[in-house]
């Protein structure tokens, strides 16, 4: 393997614990440190492809 070879070996899936118990190891970086961010452009219900989207497939007739 090169210096710059990369893969992800392991998985990302927590484990069945009992009741009130929690798994905080299932991942290196788990998500409820990372600082709150913006839903991505393409993915925010004001996109209008959404609404392009919705009339194409399910004959939508509304503009808004």
């Not at 393997?1 to 009741?19: C, I, L, Q, R, Y």
């Not at 919705?54 to 004959?59: I, R, T, V």
């Amino acid at each position: 393997m090169s210096e710059f070879e990369a893969f992800d070996n392991h998985t990302h899936v927590a484990k069945v614990v009992g009741p009130g118990d929690k798994d905080h190891d299932y991942d290196a970086l788990p998500c409820y440190l990372l600082p709150p961010s913006q839903d991505p452009a393409m993915g925010r219900p004001e996109n209008p492809l959404f609404l392009e989207a919705w009339q194409k497939l399910y004959g939508h007739k509304y503009s808004c």
